[in-house]
């Protein structure tokens, strides 16, 4: 295109009427110029045009500002993936309901309803309890009803498992709706029922160097038990004792000189505390003095030992006891 224009251009030049010096190319400065100017010789001048144009030196091509954004890449749309069908499982389960029913006297009769595909055998086992839970051989798919006389666990699962000749297996849970006959007296509430009613007690609670000592007027259970002095240790043990103090007998020792800050337990406290050396080394010294409030006491339906109960400090934080007579203990808190 400039080749063009410079040929036109020289074309309708006037030509001088006296011969001049061939002048030399000039050129503007690279930096500044955006196309050259060549002055071009008289056509009577002795160098030929097309010589002039060819020697004449074109300025570099000036680079872009380094400001200028690059070009937005044009994105070529990706085929789409090819995805494998996925294969058919050989066995598993469609379907499993159950529908619970109140029995006269107590329990339910649950009807369950399944259906199954690639299975030869089927079982179903219902979660009323661990140890010896209740379950029925069945057909790979079908109907059956299941009389359970009563339930450990609050809305107890059941699981029915299929099973086919090459040993492949297929699970699959639902839920009976049955609430636990009592109800506890904290939440969250343990999975296991409550094995009765909460017993509400005048109590007493004295804190010491490494533990505190609780006593209870009664707790109930199968039978009811008065006057007992829990002793609870911070390394997460405890033992139950009688509380046998009578009116008629000495509140403490005056033999003894605790440190400075802390006491000695009186009444049945301090009888405990006198009496049972091991307790002494426990716990050490009291910190403060005893407190009365009203407490509450719930044992937990256990399947096997040690029996589970839960009491209530009187901080209002409620504690669980694992044993008969002694075990550990630990805070019942966010169910954990």
């Known amino acids: 295109m400039g080749l063009l224009f410079l040929l036109t251009a020289c074309g309708e030049t006037a030509v001088p009427s006296t011969p001049t010096q061939l002048p030399a190319a000039t050129h503007q400065p690279a930096a500044t110029a955006v196309s050259p100017t060549i002055t071009l010789p008289p056509t009577n001048t002795a160098v030929p045009l097309s010589l002039a144009i060819a020697t004449a030196t074109l300025p570099p091509t000036p680079a872009p500002p380094t400001n200028t954004p690059p ?7 990706r085929p789409p993936t090819a995805v ?21 006297g107590g329990g339910k009769e649950v009807t369950f309803t399944w259906q199954s595909y690639g299975a030869t055998e089927a079982v179903i086992a219902v979660g009323t309890s661990l140890r010896f839970a209740p379950w029925q ?14 339930t450990i666990y609050r809305n107890p699962i059941a699981t029915l498992t299929v099973k086919n000749e090459a040993g492949e297996t297929a699970a699959t849970d639902v839920t009976i709706e049955w609430p636990c006959p009592y109800s506890y ?11 009765g009613p909460p017993t509400i007690t005048d109590a007493a609670q004295q804190e ?4 505190r000592m609780l006593w209870l007027a009664v707790i109930e259970g199968d039978t009811a038990v008065y006057k007992q002095i829990l002793v609870l240790s911070n390394d997460g043990s405890w033992q139950l ?36 050396e091991e307790v002494r080394n426990k716990l050490g010294w009291a910190t403060g003095s005893e407190q009365g409030f009203t407490s509450m006491w719930q044992w937990r339906t256990q399947e096997s030992i040690p029996s589970i109960a839960y009491a209530q400090l009187a901080d209002g934080k409620i504690i669980e006891l694992a044993g008969d007579g002694s075990g550990g203990w630990s805070y019942w808190e966010n169910g954990e």
């Open 71 to 77: 070009p937005i890449p044009t994105r070529t749309p």
């Open 84 to 104: 494998p069908p996925t294969s058919t499982p050989t066995i598993g389960i469609e379907e499993f309901t159950a529908t619970a029913v109140d029995v006269p």
């Open 137 to 150: 051989n069945v057909d790979p798919s079908g109907t059956t009803v299941m009389r359970l006389d009563g």
């Open 185 to 195: 007296f904290f939440t969250p509430e343990p999975a296991a029922c409550p094995l």
């Open 208 to 211: 010491f160097e490494n533990g």
């Open 241 to 276: 004792y009688d509380d046998t103090w009578r009116e008629d007998e000495p509140r403490d020792d005056p033999s003894l000189t605790p440190p400075e800050g802390l006491s000695q337990p009186i009444r049945g406290f301090g009888k405990v505390w006198r009496t049972h």
